[in-house]
């Protein structure tokens, strides 16, 4: 199996010379990615599951060579089998031949014994006249009787020698027997050393199966964790890709360091076309007095060189904007109570009174729905204002699966009270209506966001003014995130005011298509969504 390399995409090194600026006295600093942590846990990951193979690479190492040793040890016990096949047969045969070696003993021992029982009968039973005389000068021989002697020697030589001969049979008899047990008891031995051998090697062969299925479960191991650091790797690569886009939207880009600015835009039918609202990264819908909206534009990784019509700020401002760390706020006036609250709050004063030289009038227009600025404008006076703030969503990258609970959506209505809006989804966004007509920007361009967050939320009573309603954006609520033709409904989280609210589903972020965003801030049961 080919050995796990750690690939180094291109575009990790250009995220390497991404982070990488000059600092102010011209020396490189490095800066931190923005997706660093998630990135070094999944190499952390890819690290483990790197040991993980190395382990069970030695462990199927170990395996095999138990494999070989039993191999070896079959192939011994084989040899031992055979030998004692061998010692067996030359066992049987040497049996075979001490037999045959006993029956010729046993017939040897015939020729003496059929002399001595002879001369016993002859001597004694058949009362043969001349051996009787024989043995009886025998017992009263005398020195001169010497014939009678040399009958006698005679006799008793071939009686003793018979004996002897019986003797030496019957010895040889005994020896042969002898060997005969021992013949046998040794292949009673080899017998049962190789049925031993035989069990040993069934045992050995019978552990072989186990022992590969073992290897087999490894491998296994070895290929699922190849393919989890094969989806590390992807995840990996997604991070690096989304470390080198906007964090705003998800768009490919580097990202603008500058601060948010947020502009405040009037949404009555007589304000019809604005212009800068295509080009806001995010753009919130909050209800003001008599049932109207209000529009928030807020930009940061994109200009547009004229937004308006700007108008007057409202109380449920800057608890809306004050987690994109200190924003700048553009605004054509405010009361006594709201504009005390902007100035409590981090806010950056970008509006019509701090900067009037950035705004103008559309003398083509009826005031108030006529005064414009330029966002490149407002942020020349904030250059050293260099960080990225705080994004209010996070995206998807290229190819990820949308979240487990995303149900397919055509659209959405929400009725705001006298504005009512509807977004209908065209393939590539989400085309907005705004009453009856079709909602175009000052170039004529249907305004069509990549997502539309419908978020729940109470409207509480304004104390800069009883008759105008404050949008309570903190605390937590229901949340519909329609986003590729479909729509995911989850929570929204906000718990203080100094971060952007978060947006869940069964415990799970959700994440955006990249593109730009726009947020209807909706009470309660005013919105309807189509499948």
Do not use: C
């Not at 483990?48 to 199927?60: C, V």
């Not at 753009?283 to 928030?296: A, F, K, M, N, P």
Request: hydrophobic share 40%.
């Amino acid at each position: 199996m080919p050995r796990i390399r750690r690939r180094r995409s291109a575009l990790a090194t250009i995220l390497v010379g991404a982070i990488v600026v000059l600092g102010a006295a011209g020396t490189l600093v490095a800066v931190a990615g923005p997706y660093d942590v998630e990135i070094a846990a999944l190499r952390d990951g890819i690290d483990d599951q790197q040991s993980t193979i190395a382990g069970r690479r030695s462990h199927i190492a170990e395996l095999e060579s138990r494999l070989s040793t039993l191999d070896e040890e079959v192939a011994d016990t084989d040899g031992l089998i055979g030998d004692d096949d061998r010692e067996l047969r030359l066992l049987s045969i040497r049996i075979e031949l001490t037999a045959d070696r006993f029956v010729k003993v046993l017939a040897s021992r015939e020729a003496p014994s059929s002399l001595h029982r002879t001369m016993a009968v002859d001597a004694y039973v058949i009362n043969d006249e001349r051996m009787n005389d024989v043995l009886t000068q025998s017992a009263q021989l005398t020195s001169t009787a010497l014939e009678g002697v040399r009958h006698r020697m005679l006799y008793d030589s071939v009686i003793r020698e018979a004996q002897r001969r019986i003797d030496l049979v019957d010895a040889a008899m005994r020896l042969t027997a002898r060997e005969v047990v021992t013949l046998r008891s040794l292949v009673a031995e080899a017998a049962d050393r190789q049925d031993g051998a035989r069990e040993a090697r069934d045992q050995l062969i019978g552990s072989q199966p186990a022992i590969q299925a073992e290897i087999a479960v490894t491998r296994t191991v070895i290929a699922e964790a190849e393919a989890t650091i094969t989806g590390l790797e992807a995840e990996i690569l997604a991070f690096e890709r989304m470390a080198v886009t906007r964090r705003w939207t998800g768009i490919q880009g580097a990202d603008a360091g500058r601060p948010a600015l947020a502009v405040k835009i009037d949404n009555v039918t007589r304000a019809h076309p604005q212009a800068g609202l295509n080009q806001a990264d995010v753009v919130y819908e909050e209800i003001v007095e008599g049932g109207v909206t209000r529009l928030v534009a807020v930009f940061q990784s994109t200009s547009a060189n004229v937004v308006g019509p700007v108008r007057s700020a409202r109380t449920s401002d800057p608890p809306l904007l004050e987690g994109f760390d200190r924003p700048l706020f553009a605004y054509s006036g405010a009361n006594r109570g709201t504009r005390d609250q902007l100035r409590a709050s981090p806010l950056v004063d970008a509006g019509y009174d701090a900067h009037d030289q950035d705004y103008w009038r559309d003398r083509k227009r009826r005031a108030p729905h006529n005064l414009y600025t330029d966002t490149d404008r407002l942020w020349a006076h904030h250059t050293d204002r260099t960080d990225v703030p705080p994004a209010p969503f996070v995206y998807r990258y290229p190819g990820q699966e949308l979240h487990r609970s995303a149900e397919k959506a055509a659209g959405v209505s929400v009725d705001f009270g006298l504005t009512e809006v509807d977004y209908a989804w065209n393939g590539s966004g989400w085309a907005r209506t705004h009453g009856d007509r079709a909602h175009n920007d000052a170039d004529g361009v249907r305004v069509a966001p990549a997502n539309v967050v419908v978020q729940f939320i109470r409207y509480g009573r304004s104390l800069a003014d009883l008759r105008s309603p404050e949008a309570i954006s903190i605390g937590t609520g229901d949340a519909w995130i329609f986003t590729d033709g479909h729509v995911i409904r989850g929570q929204w989280h906000r718990p203080d005011a100094s971060m952007p609210a978060t947006f869940t589903a069964d415990g799970e972020v959700i994440r955006l298509a990249p593109g730009r965003t726009w947020v209807a801030l909706a009470k309660k049961d005013t919105a309807i969504w189509r499948d």
